[in-house]
């Protein structure tokens, strides 16, 4: 190739410095972009006085720049315009902040309205293992990368195991739980929180969370056992552990009744065991039968105009009644009293006879009451028609059980006292009546007697007597239409002894029982 001349050469060079002038390229050189419309380009350090740039090894590195306003003038080598820099972050989250542009030795500003579902933010670091935690007070004097740290949330769930219900707890991972108010649990004692359900590993509050978290309950294991005696005897409840047995209580007494042994139904069909261990919240129930011969008859003396007779000490009950009849409509129950101590209702005056019939038959007395020609009750025909209501006959001379006449019913309640109810001035004490029975009847025998050692003379159940409403209140009535109850039932008011009722004899109703009554000789 053939040489140019050095002259040639030189001639070149000079001409192209003469059109295009020598400037810096530094970030903020008067020659470059200024604020934040700048580039960048590798700048080694600048000693004082000077502009150092990269230039091969071996070649003069002494250049003069000169202003391009005055070529003759060098520049100043000491900018006057402000240095940026930029502050990254990497937020490790989907939302990710803006990079900011501070000014050389001007702090950043913290970001905010970004989130990490099931994560709190824990702050902002140099670097990406979360070593050094950066401050935002800090100036900054270089490009920075700031890494945003977040820390899992981890729920702390409390199981009370039957106990009141406990919130959960959201807690940062690393840090603690906070201990709850105990739970309740009735009559359960609390005895802490366990970390597994088989209560082996007591919870430790002060150990730190790393992980969803469940927390149990133990309680001392407590029931309660509840004594239903159906009287005024009280047995006191129990609080016993579980698995434990419980002691028969002592031996209870009441007047013409005996114990026959705790059940564990209201209908006192499953005898309870005693050396059976406790599992649950009990209720025992007593069960009681009347323990005199026909629940107890007293002959009554009576004035000259009366024969002397017995009289059963309290009304007849559901299972003397049922011993004998059945039902002909609704059924005695709960909701209105039901047990073979509880006086017998939804009888009728027919069924009142019919039962003192049967029961004179089976123990070999002559009936009292003939009906349709027979002393038979099972051939009395359909008692609802009146040509058959006006074949009843009473033969008072019968030995058989019969109901008590209206007089034989005062004569006994009042029992030679002048009391407005049967044995007191005090209802309370002797009746069950709307005020105290809670809406039903109650088993025989629970209120104290009358002076002829009578029961239930006033309320529980109304008793049918054997007469018709109008012989007894003197009305001259063309037919009989309705018989005579006495006492009021639990569903009365204080209804003295001198009122009575007036009901069909075909009437079977919630409130109405009888008594019955025999001839003492």
Avoid at 31 to 42: L, N, R, T
Avoid at 163 to 189: C, D, H, L, R
Avoid at 340 to 346: F, G, H, I, T
Wanted: charge should be negative; proline fraction near 5%.
């Amino acid at each position: 190739m053939k040489k140019r001349p050095i002259s040639a050469t030189f001639a070149f060079i000079l001409s192209a410095l003469m059109f295009f002038p020598l400037t810096g390229c530094s970030s903020g050189a008067g020659g470059g972009s200024s604020g934040e419309d700048y580039e960048e380009s590798p700048v080694t350090s600048t000693p004082a006085g000077g502009t150092e740039s990269t230039t091969p090894e071996g070649e003069n590195t002494e250049t003069q720049t000169t202003s391009p306003e005055n070529p003759e003038t060098p520049e100043n080598p000491e900018s006057t315009d402000p240095v940026y820099y930029t502050v990254t972050f990497v937020s490790n989250c989907s939302s990710v902040p803006l990079p900011q542009k501070i000014k050389s030795g001007g702090k950043a500003s913290k970001p905010s309205g970004f989130s990490k579902y099931g994560y709190v933010f824990a702050g902002w670091y140099t670097d990406s293992n979360f070593t050094a935690s950066f401050n935002f007070a800090t100036p900054i004097v270089k490009d920075t990368k700031l890494y945003g740290k977040w820390n899992k949330l981890h729920t702390v769930t409390f199981v009370t195991n039957g106990g009141s219900s406990v919130s959960a707890q959201t807690v940062e991972n690393g840090k603690t739980a906070t201990k709850p108010e105990s739970p309740t649990n009735g009559s359960f004692e609390f005895l802490g929180w366990y970390a597994d359900s088989e209560f082996a590993t007591e919870f430790d509050f002060a150990s730190p969370i790393s992980k969803d978290t469940k927390v149990y309950a133990k309680w001392h294991e407590l029931y309660l056992v509840k004594f239903i005696t159906n009287n005024d005897i009280v047995v006191e409840d129990l609080i016993v552990e579980k698995g434990s047995t419980i002691q028969k209580p002592s031996t209870l007494k009441r007047t013409h009744y005996k114990l026959d042994g705790w059940f564990s139904d209201a209908e006192r069909t499953i005898t309870f065991d005693f050396s059976t261990p406790i599992q649950k919240d009990t209720t025992l129930y007593a069960k009681w039968t009347l323990s005199t011969t026909f629940g107890g008859t007293y002959r009554v003396g009576v004035g000259s105009n009366i024969r002397d007779f017995f009289m059963c000490d309290h009304e007849v009950t559901q299972g003397e009644y049922e011993k004998y009849c059945t039902y002909k409509g609704n059924k005695p129950n709960d909701t209105y009293g039901k047990g073979e101590n509880y006086p017998v209702y939804y009888v009728s005056w027919f069924d009142a006879l019919a039962y003192c019939n049967k029961r004179s038959i089976a123990e070999g007395l002559k009936p009292c009451y003939t009906v349709s020609g027979t002393t038979d009750p099972d051939k009395w025909g359909n008692t609802n028609y009146q040509s058959v209501r006006d074949t009843v006959t009473c033969d008072f001379t019968a030995r058989g059980y019969r109901l008590p006449t209206d007089k034989e019913w005062e004569v006994v309640a009042t029992c030679g006292q002048d009391y407005k109810f049967a044995g007191s001035n005090d209802i309370k004490k002797v009746g069950w009546y709307k005020y105290n029975s809670n809406g039903k009847t109650h088993e025989v025998e629970w209120k104290i007697p009358n002076g002829y050692g009578k029961y239930d003379m006033t309320g529980n159940v109304a008793e049918w007597c054997w007469d018709w409403w109008d012989d007894v209140v003197n009305v001259n009535a063309s037919s009989h239409t309705s018989k005579v109850t006495r006492g009021g039932s639990w569903d009365s008011g204080e209804y003295p002894i001198t009122l009575r009722g007036s009901v069909l004899p075909t009437e079977r109703r919630n409130n109405i029982g009888f008594r019955v009554v025999r001839n003492y000789y």
